[in-house]
């Protein structure tokens, strides 16, 4: 028998219809907040996330699914082709392509779709995993550099697990200041490392030389200890940036998002500059990310566009729905509101006909057979979760009228075709 690649799963009803929620959910956010969509390959040339998300970061080290294309000319170089780990660095590079900085305005844009990682499956993390992400982006001139642009994402977020419902995250938030703040930095915790790395895990070791920046995305417990006694990068912030994060936290405070200040948090990828963040649920055991984001001010310039500062974030779907499951929502099976039970031989074509016109109507209903005695249709109906059965047989199609059947309280009444629509709807 073959099965799905270790890493990936199926995603069934009821679960199926969590993900739908979120979906809807996040879409209605999107639009009060002026998002559009955006929609990128899920493949790209790999150069784009080694420039981007950064050499040494685990996700361009490890984790990548990547193939030569030698479906090309005789003449040419076989292309590195990669399956996005990623969205962002694909929406900057859309961005840059199709020149939307020559609009002089901010491009407010959100995705919704899979992305891929090599990483060990573990609950909550696979290797096709599903995000929801959203990027502003533009030219300095129409906003972009301006904390309210951070804050004001930080808060639709806090809207958007609140409408979602999941009540029991915490924020976190830092600053990695700007390019040259990190090298300061980077100096300092290669400095500060030189005397203890050797008692560090192997992947710490190697970072502390090439990037000790991602020393502090290490999660080994033995580890911790030293981490916790490295410089802090707040103490390397030159004036424009702190003032930047001040200005964040200061509408945010406004605006009654709570948040904590963690100075270890600097995110896995190597794009980010001031403002960084996660939202964290206790639900999802030792890695507590449910989702989170930050500003790349330099990223358009990296992938040679022009300047074009953004900040954005991404939302696991998978751990979304994880945290809503802990909270002890489960999932819920779109319901219908009325099932149709066709009645006797020849009622088949009769029922198809008054479901069409109902469905034509926005009733959601589903549609049993002729074949069916009424005890199973009724059962069916169930099943469905139907409020309601509608029966077609002869003698409603003659009257032109059909019983109609509450399958709670089991109240039954006659209701001609023409009043059926307002009969069903007037029962939410």
Request: proline content about 5%; some cysteine.
């Given at each position: 028998?073959?099965?799905?690649?270790?890493?990936?799963?199926?995603?069934?009803?009821?679960?199926?219809?969590?993900?739908?929620?979120?979906?809807?959910?996040?879409?209605?956010?999107?639009?009060?907040?002026?998002?559009?969509?955006?929609?990128?390959?899920?493949?790209?040339?790999?150069?784009?996330?080694?420039?981007?998300?950064?050499?040494?970061?685990?996700?361009?080290?490890?984790?990548?699914?990547?193939?030569?294309?030698?479906?090309?000319?005789?003449?040419?170089?076989?292309?590195?082709?990669?399956?996005?780990?990623?969205?962002?660095?694909?929406?900057?590079?859309?961005?840059?392509?199709?020149?939307?900085?020559?609009?002089?305005?901010?491009?407010?844009?959100?995705?919704?779709?899979?992305?891929?990682?090599?990483?060990?499956?573990?609950?909550?993390?696979?290797?096709?995993?599903?995000?929801?992400?959203?990027?502003?982006?533009?030219?300095?001139?129409?906003?972009?550099?301006?904390?309210?642009?951070?804050?004001?994402?930080?808060?639709?977020?806090?809207?958007?697990?609140?409408?979602?419902?999941?009540?029991?995250?915490?924020?976190?938030?830092?600053?990695?200041?700007?390019?040259?703040?990190?090298?300061?930095?980077?100096?300092?915790?290669?400095?500060?490392?030189?005397?203890?790395?050797?008692?560090?895990?192997?992947?710490?070791?190697?970072?502390?030389?090439?990037?000790?920046?991602?020393?502090?995305?290490?999660?080994?417990?033995?580890?911790?200890?030293?981490?916790?006694?490295?410089?802090?990068?707040?103490?390397?912030?030159?004036?424009?940036?702190?003032?930047?994060?001040?200005?964040?936290?200061?509408?945010?405070?406004?605006?009654?998002?709570?948040?904590?200040?963690?100075?270890?948090?600097?995110?896995?990828?190597?794009?980010?500059?001031?403002?960084?963040?996660?939202?964290?649920?206790?639900?999802?055991?030792?890695?507590?990310?449910?989702?989170?984001?930050?500003?790349?001010?330099?990223?358009?310039?990296?992938?040679?566009?022009?300047?074009?500062?953004?900040?954005?974030?991404?939302?696991?779907?998978?751990?979304?729905?994880?945290a809503l499951q802990s909270e002890t929502q489960s999932a819920q099976t779109p319901s219908v509101k009325a099932f149709i039970a066709?009645?006797?031989?020849?009622?088949?074509?009769?029922?198809?006909?008054?479901?069409?016109?109902?469905?034509?109507?926005?009733?959601?209903?589903?549609?049993?057979?002729?074949?069916?005695?009424?005890?199973?249709?009724?059962?069916?109906?169930?099943?469905?979760?139907?409020?309601?059965?509608?029966?077609?047989?002869?003698?409603?199609?003659?009257?032109?009228?059909?019983?109609?059947?509450?399958?709670?309280?089991?109240?039954?009444?006659?209701?001609?075709?023409?009043e059926l629509v307002q009969a069903l709807k007037a029962n939410p």
């Amino acid at each position: 028998m073959i099965k799905a690649v270790r890493g990936t799963r199926d995603i069934l009803p009821p679960d199926s219809a969590l993900f739908e929620l979120v979906e809807e959910r996040a879409r209605e956010v999107f639009h009060l907040y002026n998002f559009q969509e955006i929609r990128t390959p899920i493949f790209e040339d790999t150069q784009l996330f080694s420039r981007s998300v950064g050499e040494e970061t685990d996700i361009v080290g490890k984790e990548m699914f990547t193939w030569e294309d030698k479906a090309r000319a005789q003449s040419e170089k076989a292309q590195s082709l990669t399956l996005r780990p990623e969205n962002t660095a694909g929406v900057v590079r859309a961005y840059i392509e199709h020149k939307l900085g020559d609009k002089g305005q901010l491009q407010k844009l959100y995705y919704i779709g899979p992305q891929f990682r090599r990483e060990r499956p573990q609950k909550g993390r696979y290797r096709q995993f599903y995000q929801i992400g959203a990027e502003v982006i533009g030219p300095p001139s129409a906003g972009s550099e301006s904390p309210a642009r951070d804050a004001e994402v930080i808060e639709m977020l806090a809207a958007l697990l609140d409408r979602v419902g999941i009540k029991g995250s915490t924020l976190q938030l830092n600053s990695v200041g700007c390019a040259n703040d990190r090298a300061k930095y980077n100096e300092a915790l290669r400095a500060a490392l030189k005397p203890v790395v050797g008692q560090m895990c192997v992947d710490c070791q190697r970072r502390a030389e090439t990037n000790p920046l991602r020393v502090l995305d290490c999660k080994v417990p033995e580890d911790q200890p030293i981490i916790a006694k490295l410089p802090k990068i707040s103490d390397y912030l030159d004036e424009p940036c702190r003032e930047h994060f001040a200005e964040v936290k200061k509408i945010l405070d406004a605006v009654g998002v709570k948040y904590e200040v963690n100075e270890r948090m600097v995110r896995g990828l190597d794009y980010y500059t001031r403002t960084t963040f996660e939202f964290t649920h206790g639900g999802l055991g030792a890695q507590s990310a449910l989702l989170g984001g930050g500003r790349y001010d330099g990223l358009s310039e990296a992938l040679g566009g022009p300047k074009a500062p953004g900040i954005g974030f991404a939302l696991g779907l998978d751990r979304f729905v994880i945290a809503l499951q802990s909270e002890t929502q489960s999932a819920q099976t779109p319901s219908v509101k009325a099932f149709i039970a066709p009645l006797g031989d020849g009622m088949n074509a009769a029922a198809a006909k008054l479901a069409r016109e109902l469905r034509a109507q926005g009733v959601a209903l589903d549609l049993g057979d002729e074949s069916f005695r009424l005890k199973k249709s009724f059962e069916a109906a169930e099943r469905a979760g139907a409020q309601f059965v509608i029966i077609v047989g002869e003698n409603e199609v003659k009257a032109d009228a059909f019983a109609v059947k509450d399958i709670k309280s089991g109240e039954q009444r006659t209701v001609a075709r023409a009043e059926l629509v307002q009969a069903l709807k007037a029962n939410p």
